[in-house]
């Protein structure tokens, strides 16, 4: 009887079998379940993880031990009737056609222990009853079995081989002593004898084996290539298809990834198969629940827990700990590929799509920030995998398009929260640029992009695209009309601009002709905070309190929770502190219910506001800023973050902890930066500037108070104006010119007089401090000759105070540092009059330097070698550096600040 590719092996095996790495463990712990006495012993795992190398270096070290050892390899049979004969070829034992092959095992085999190992049982029908009838039929006898599922027998031990440890965190060192690169090495060296990585190729070499995910086979298919192409051509190859050109006398299925995958595949049902290929479009883990929402967009509904559990089972997807699952990036990349080639991949894409929007929707309308906490990022890469699909497509999809621009709409609050505001409006942009983009989806995206750029302090480009979308919408759904009135009202409420309660009473009356109670809702709490601006307290009290009846009706807690803070911040306006507090309170109760941390975050931080600003106790603030930071930390909202930190900022600051209030701001200044918020880093750089004079570093001082000077005159932003004046009159202070300390207070009565700030000037602790010294070194009759204004008024005053601070000379026991010149020195300043912001790049500079000879970024970039994404890149982060939001903005900083010469 003929058994094709049956391997009868009698151990000791041949010496030319290459040592295993990385699987010492596994060998000690297989070897003494054998000696324990387990009859079946099953290694299971994924193609290419090594079980095959395993189960041989095992029988090795059985027959080393005495014990009789053969192998079969049965990855050519198909029906379990025939096992008993493959088992009795590879024993040794010749068959008749009379007898059947237990029988004659029964009858030949001398009594002896004895191992056998069956390699490759995974395709075979009916494995798991013929393998018991010959553990059954043959008592001396111990099983060893490789194969990608269990057999599920009662006797049986399962053994999962998982691949190989990759590399962690820490030295380069460390990186190249996991199994996983120590592999990788060793079959380099065999293959190109003398092979060693080149300086700098350690974190190639770590990307490239988690590319592999530990696979041996994988590793090895790289390694033999290592002749042919570097280590960083090697990752690229990798990134782009799955290895290949294994030994030629190796089994087919050996000598590429992709057969080993296809092996797997051509053993699935059906359903099983498509749910693995559609599983691909998941960038990571995934639920049960996440798999069944997207298979339900695969037409008539599959029992896809079932086809879950037969992946698992069949080591195609990997379970974790937290209950979900993931695709090894090997067996995500290869059933990308085959979804691509079933044509599949655009129902899977749009699948992928809806699931992102159910699960923003459902979460967010449930309040469960604390589930939805660990999902933001995975539904952002899904997200971000969704529209890179859609924004490719070159041939017309309104319909996919239209799934794109859902998204965006979506992903908005998100993308701020999680400072990715820029990204997104980068894909907002991607779409609106589309001709197939229909009016709807037009004005979802559009609306979602006018708010990212009033976000990032793009006003006027906002305006202009959210007029449009608006005019769109007008001829369209009323809600999306609703919609865009509260974007637009929202954006003219940031920008202090006109015309808000309009909107907001227009968005409020079109929702309820609509029927639409949430928008209505929504309406009165955008009309309450354009009244609140408007100084109309008793109206802004009434719409929220309108708002929280609607919301208590629905129920709909979470917004019922949001619109309590609102109500509180009009409370604390209106001169009720007590009764803002109380309702402060009941968000922060209504967020613990709820568990959403995002909330109780929010209401945390304005209890800390109520207590330092009006309560005057930031010993009370600090706690609460410094818990509602650790929230949106674990949140990763870091527009929250960078307001908290400017917050905790002030309280220590207040506290006059001096040291803390300088970390705190300069982590607020970069988190503004990454958020691209020029208006915000200048706010920070005023009151940092006081901070640090405060510390005596007072031509730092200075040079931060002139980089924010400008932009908050031009924001019109004159409460943090304040804090240019304060640092000022230190500075005078310290260098021994109560005069000009003078005039800088002076300065900032005046703007707080002209622009109704006394409340916050007046009782100011560094401002009664600073006038208490300036009165002491000055007779009445000097302090009043130095406290008279220019003509040209206060604002003036202190732009000339700034520019007319130069570099003092050492002296001997003396101050080394920034003096306060008596007078306006004529021309423009000299060089080294002023030191340049300490965080621009050398490269940063000689970009502006370029930038202000008038060259195009084009010719920049051509004459620094340089391409013109990474010049704007360049110009992006000096201008967050420098205050500025534009080239001629930043012209003016490099002027005025000594970085270029005019001329140069």
Not at 229 to 246: D, I, K, Y
Not at 552 to 572: F, H, I, N, S
Request: net charge neutral.
């Amino acid at each position: 009887m003929s058994l094709p590719h049956l391997r009868p092996v009698s151990w000791p095996g041949p010496e030319e079998a290459p040592e295993l790495v990385g699987r010492e463990a596994d060998e000690a712990a297989l070897l003494a379940a054998l000696r324990g006495g387990t009859r079946l012993l099953t290694l299971v795992g994924p193609g290419g993880v090594g079980k095959t190398a395993l189960a041989s270096a095992v029988a090795r070290q059985a027959a080393q031990l005495g014990l009789a050892v053969h192998e079969a390899d049965l990855s050519a049979l198909t029906e379990g009737e025939r096992l008993a004969e493959g088992a009795a070829r590879a024993l040794g034992v010749r068959l008749s056609g009379a007898q059947p092959p237990l029988q004659a095992l029964r009858a030949f085999l001398p009594p002896r222990p004895r191992l056998l190992v069956l390699d490759n049982l995974e395709q075979m029908q009916g494995a798991a009853p013929a393998v018991a009838e010959l553990l059954a039929a043959l008592p001396e006898v111990q099983v060893l079995v490789t194969s990608r599922r269990a057999l599920g027998l009662r006797r049986e031990r399962v053994w999962r081989v998982q691949p190989l440890a990759l590399p962690g965190p820490g030295s380069a060192a460390a990186a190249l002593g996991s199994p996983a690169a120590t592999l990788f090495l060793t079959r380099a060296r065999e293959a190109v004898p003398g092979f060693a990585l080149a300086p700098g190729d350690e974190p190639l070499l770590t990307d490239l084996v988690r590319r592999l995910d530990g696979l041996p086979l994988a590793l090895e298919l790289a390694a033999r290539r290592t002749g042919l192409f570097s280590l960083r051509a090697l990752l690229g190859q990798v990134q782009a298809r799955l290895p290949e050109g294994g030994p030629a006398d190796a089994p087919r299925r050996h000598r590429s990834l992709a057969e080993v995958a296809r092996w797997s595949e051509q053993l699935l049902p059906d359903p099983v198969a498509r749910l693995f290929r559609w599983l691909s479009v998941f960038p990571g883990p995934f639920g049960a629940e996440d798999a069944q929402a997207l298979m339900a967009g695969a037409g008539p509904a599959p029992d896809t827990f079932a086809d879950l559990l037969d992946l698992a089972e069949s080591s195609l997807i990997v379970p974790l700990p937290d209950g979900r699952f993931r695709l090894l990036e090997t067996l995500r990349a290869y059933a990308a590929e085959r979804l691509d080639h079933t044509g599949e991949r655009r129902a899977a894409v749009l699948a992928l799509a809806a699931l992102v929007l159910r699960d923003l929707d459902q979460r967010v309308a449930a309040g469960q920030e604390a589930a939805l906490a660990p999902h933001l990022d995975a539904a952002h890469e899904r997200a971000a995998l969704v529209l890179v699909w859609v924004t490719a497509q070159p041939a017309p999809d309104p319909d996919a398009a239209s799934w794109g621009a859902r998204l965006c709409a979506e992903a908005y609050a998100t993308w701020v929260q999680r400072g990715r505001g820029r990204e997104g409006l980068a894909w907002c942009r991607q779409l609106l640029a589309r001709t197939d983009l229909a009016p709807a989806a037009r004005v979802r995206a559009g609306t979602a992009a006018g708010l990212l750029l009033a976000r990032q302090g793009h006003m006027a480009e906002a305006r202009a695209l959210l007029g449009a979308t608006r005019a769109t919408a007008a001829t369209l759904d009323p809600e999306l009309h609703v919609r865009v009135l509260l974007a637009e009202g929202g954006r003219r409420l940031m920008a202090a601009e006109p015309g808000c309660l309009e909107l907001a009473e227009a968005a409020l009356a079109l929702a309820g002709d609509a029927g639409l109670p949430a928008l209505q809702a929504s309406a009165q709490v955008l009309l309450a905070r354009a009244a609140l601006d408007a100084g109309q307290l008793a109206r802004a009290t009434a719409l929220l309190e309108a708002a929280l009846s609607s919301y208590r009706a629905g129920p709909q807690p979470y917004q019922e929770m949001l619109t309590a803070v609102t109500l509180g911040d009009v409370l604390k306006a209106g001169g009720e502190p007590e009764r803002a507090r109380a309702a402060y309170e009941e968000s922060l109760h209504l967020a613990e219910v709820l568990g959403a941390e995002h909330g109780r975050a929010v209401a945390q931080s304005r209890l800390g506001l109520l207590w330092m600003n009006v309560f005057r106790d930031p010993g009370r603030a600090r706690p609460l800023f410094q818990a509602a930071l650790q929230a949106m930390r674990a949140q990763h909202d870091l527009t929250a973050q960078a307001i908290l930190l400017y917050n905790l900022g002030d309280a220590e600051a207040v506290l006059n902890e001096d040291e803390a209030a300088e970390r705190a701001y300069r982590a607020a200044t970069a988190l503004f930066g990454r958020l691209g918020w020029a208006g915000d880093i200048a706010q920070v750089q005023a009151i940092l500037a006081l901070v640090v004079a405060r510390q005596g570093r007072l031509d730092e001082a200075l040079n931060l108070a002139r980089r924010a000077w400008p932009v908050l005159v031009e924001a019109g932003n004159w409460p943090p104006g304040l804090n240019v004046a304060l640092a000022l009159a230190a500075a005078g202070l310290a260098l021994d010119q109560p005069q000009q300390a003078a005039a800088a207070l002076a300065a900032g009565d005046a703007l707080a007089q002209e622009h109704r700030l006394g409340d916050v000037w007046v009782d100011d602790a560094d401002r009664l401090r600073l006038q208490a010294g300036v009165r002491a070194r000055l007779a009445p009759d000097v302090l009043a000759r130095a406290s008279a204004l220019p003509t040209d008024g206060a604002q003036h005053a202190i732009t000339q105070a700034l520019a007319r601070a130069v570099q003092a000379p050492a002296e001997a026991g003396g101050h080394t540092g920034p003096a306060l010149a008596a007078a306006p020195q004529p021309g423009p300043l000299g060089p080294g009059a002023q030191t340049p912001p300490t965080d621009l790049t050398p490269r940063e500079l000689d970009v502006l330097r370029l930038l202000r000879g008038g060259h195009p970024n084009k010719r920049i970039a051509s004459l620094l070698g340089l391409s013109e994404t990474t010049v704007r890149n360049y110009l992006s982060a000096a201008y967050a550096k420098l205050g500025v939001r534009n080239r001629t903005q930043a012209l003016s900083a490099v002027l005025a600040l000594g970085l270029v010469k005019d001329g140069e």
